[in-house]
T-cell receptor, first 110, second 115 residues
Framework: KNEVEQSPQNLTAQEGEFITINCSYS?????LHWLQQHPGGGIVSLFM???GKKKHGRLIATINIQEKHSSLHITASHPRDSAVYIC????????????FGTGTRLQVFP | DTGVSQDPRHKITKRGQNVTFRCDPI?????LYWYRQTLGQGPEFLTY????????KSRLLSDRFSAERPKGSFSTLEIQRTEQGDSAMYLC?????????????FGQGTRLTVV
């Protein structure tokens, strides 16, 4: 079992729909990252969370440390949101490396 | 533009050849990370540096792989005697150590295809 699990693996939506991507992890963490990866490979950091909720434009990220779960929400989705969204965690103890989920591929159609 | 640059963006090589990739981190960042991503998977950790010191290497990093960061600025990742299984996206990231839970900035990656 992977230490970081994302669901769903693939998601299609119509423009304007509200989207939720989930991330569950099984290890103790000090922070959780939500990342966006477009075709071609480059990764962009969207949020870094250690507690609570963050909002940036149409994106909202929440984390529940007790339940070891985080969600990424996209309001009023747009075709340009189409990308792979990746959850990654930073372990609480020891190493400084990120452990990544396998990503959620989102396609938003006009 | 995240400020982390990788070169080349794409590399096609024949099996058995050696390849070298370069990563230039954001200038004030003292931590530099290499990750590998195969198709349909999330990135996997390979190694990371603090300044010029290589602090951790993954077991994924076989003897054919070597990474350096000689002056604590740019880093190179070399793969010797490439195999088809080495085909992947190689991602570099940098961050500023010394703050709790620092944000990492990623480069565009180098896509390696071994034929």
């Amino acid at each position: 079992k992977n230490e970081v699990e994302q669901s769903p693996q693939n998601l299609t939506a119509q423009e304007g729909e509200f989207i939720t991507i989930n991330c569950s992890y099984s290890v103790g963490i000090s922070a959780l990252h939500w990342l966006q990866q477009h075709p071609g490979g480059g990764i962009v950091s969207l949020f870094m969370l250690s507690s609570g909720k963050k909002k940036h434009g149409r994106l909202i990220a929440t984390i529940n440390i007790q339940e070891k779960h985080s969600s990424l929400h996209i309001t009023a989705s747009h075709p340009r949101d189409s990308a792979v969204y990746i959850c990654a965690v930073l372990l609480r103890i020891g190493t400084d490396k990120l452990i990544f989920g396998t990503g959620t591929r989102l396609q938003v159609f006009p | 533009d995240t400020g982390v640059s990788q070169d080349p963006r794409h590399k096609i090589t024949k099996r058995g050849q050696n390849v070298t990739f370069r990563c230039d981190p954001i200038s004030e960042h003292n931590r530099l990370y290499w990750y590998r991503q195969t198709l349909g998977q999330g990135p996997e950790f390979l190694t990371y540096f603090q300044n010029e010191a290589q602090l951790e290497k993954s077991r994924l990093l076989s003897d054919r792989f070597s990474a350096e960061r000689p002056k604590g600025s740019f880093s190179t990742l070399e793969i010797q005697r490439t195999e088809q299984g080495d085909s992947a996206m190689y991602l570099c990231a940098s961050s500023l150590q010394g703050r709790m839970n620092t944000e990492a900035f990623f480069g565009q990656g180098t896509r390696l295809t071994v034929v």
